[in-house]
């Protein structure tokens, strides 16, 4: 087999280090005198294999010289050290190292930016971290070629520069670089202010990205377990604003048969009023005794129903423990979804997932389904704060006071004072409408816990919806009473719903405070704890939307139990909690009747227009199109504009999923992506450098040939 010479010098321009000054301790390189001459032509041949010798060399596979000289007999001689090539071809060549990370770079920050849902399992999601890994090292090779670019930059330009630059691209991995002595020699050369400042920039810079780009690559490389999109679509409900978040309730808006309670769930205010009893059952019995302190309560929630939905009764009790405070420290606050509007999100999950099943997505493994209704969404949210007092008899005229709820506004607080005629160990504004001989003619058995609402004026009550008058069981003259404030409001809340391809029906309604502008107040302890707290009431930030309730409509959340022949109040509060003041067990029940029955109001509003349909010929019949859903291009639901724009209230769900994929949720692939884009910046400022000006070297890639 012929063998082909390559001693010869390749045909291009070169330029050498003609002289090499020392005018320091470190050592300094000196300018190029004059660049070399023209070598003689090259053969064909010897072109390509030179070209293809850059290029092995570039990419640091100087193995396949090697492999080339014995696999076909050609000799390869090593040509002689040069600091520089000019040659555009050679230079681009030469940037081939950039390639291969570069473009997973940019692919993993697309992949991300745009978001991309993968699935519910990965096969041999762990051997990613391995290619994590030798994407580092490409991308740590690539930052070596760009600082010694610029090296080379530098003394090309005719500036010198200490002997501990030139080595600096071989130490980039090390970030103890940063306060090594080589970089304080470049720092405290004589070189010109502008070139100092210019190579140690590019070497810290270097070497920071050095450090960070593997981190960056893994983050953006490796899916996240996580939420993803799924559509969105509007729905509209057959009722207004008004009628579903009414700000005053009257008994005009309560059916007359609601007098008599009732265990199902209806329209009735008082419906599932034995939640409250499994409450203080559980409360009960739920620890042992020697580990309930005085002002424990649990459980977090008990279940309500819908038409078609399941929610939450949620109960904060002992939300203000500052023992000096003047406020009610057992008060307690309820919240619960609002009823028509889980239904209606409950409907809304189960056709989404009978849309699976006409869709081509990749959803259908997903673990878990999640439909959220995120603004213009509110729920009651109620505090009851209670005081005990007594009455001396039937002449006793004194008026009665009621207490101030915890999270009072100032302007209420300077109406009030702490009584000395009265029991009652917190703030207190009186109200002389109502003497205590009044009270003792509340109709009811005296065994029995009676109640006798009270509407409480709007000055200097304010913030309050409704007061109420407990009487306790009693058998002599001295009557004990209960004077109780109770405040509501419709709050704004983002409310959630899940499920899952292997359960059968949807889950259970979820909701959490929304505020978007993050207004609530913290200006005290107080309304730093409530602020970290499902339900916070804070006047008058939230609720935002004051209610008024009239004693009429109070009425009917203490209705006749026939079966029991008492009330619902009475019968409660034969459960109360044991070794607990009846003031405790009076707020848990007042706020949390309070929630139900406001949770209740539009109660038969229904799902309004016609679904979009595809035909599925496996199941050969039309159901909710999927792939337009969770495609997000436009509502599921078709509806006359001028009806619902009128009447109707519109909301907006928005779906999602569980599983893997890559999208920028968090602060950490953000921070990545950041990374990411300044070393591509610099790989394509390089390649742009490389080739317009064509230098370049094969004889900075180890300290040897250095």
Known sequence: MPKFGLDEKPRVEEAEIASIQWTSSWGSVGSLDKPLPLAPELTRIQSYFAYARATLQSLGLNILVYVLQHSFGITLNEIPKKAFHRDRWMALLRSLIHVMPFTIAMGEIIINWRGYYVGANIDGLNYMQFAAKLHEMAMQSSLAVIVFCYVRHVLFSGDALPIGALLSGLQLTQISYLWSMELWGIASSKIPLRRRLGVMSMIILAVLLASTVGPSGAILLIPNLSYWPAGSTNIWLNTTAADLWPSKLDGSMVPSYCSQAANVSSICPASEWHALSDYLSLANGILPAAFLGPFTVSPYSVQLTGQGSLRQLIIQHHIYDNETAPYDRGAAQATTQHSAIADALSATSSLWDIALQNSDSPFFDQRDAVQSIVADSYQPYTLASCGADVIEGNTDDRPVAFPIPPGSPLDMLQEADIRTDTALPMFAIEYPALTRSDILNTPGPKSDYRIKWVELPENPFNGSSVGAVILQPT????????????????????????????????????SSIYDPDATLPQANDYSRRIAESVITFSLPIFPQRKINISTDWAEYLNPLIPTLNMTVFNALMSVKLIDHEDTTSANIILAGLLANGLARTGFNAQLQGEIKTAFNP?????????????????????????????????????????????????FAPKLATAILLIYCTLVVGHICYAGISGISSTSWDSMTEM
Do not use: K
Not at 482 to 487: P, T
Not at 499 to 508: E, F, I, K, Y
Not at 647 to 658: F, T, Y
């Open 475 to 510: 058998t002599n003259d001295t009557q004990g009473i209960l004077l109780c404030n109770i405040a509501a409001g419709w709050g704004s809340t983002s409310m959630n719903m899940s499920s899952s391809p292997a359960a059968s029906g949807t889950g259970l309604a979820s």
């Open 618 to 666: 496996t199941l050969n019949a039309s159901i909710p199109d999927g792939d337009y859903w969770f495609s997000g291009r436009g509502d599921m639901f078709s509806v006359d504009p001028i009806i619902s724009n009128a009447d109707w209230v519109r909301l907006h769900i928005s779906s999602s999923v569980e599983g893997y994929g890559f999208g920028l949720q968090g």
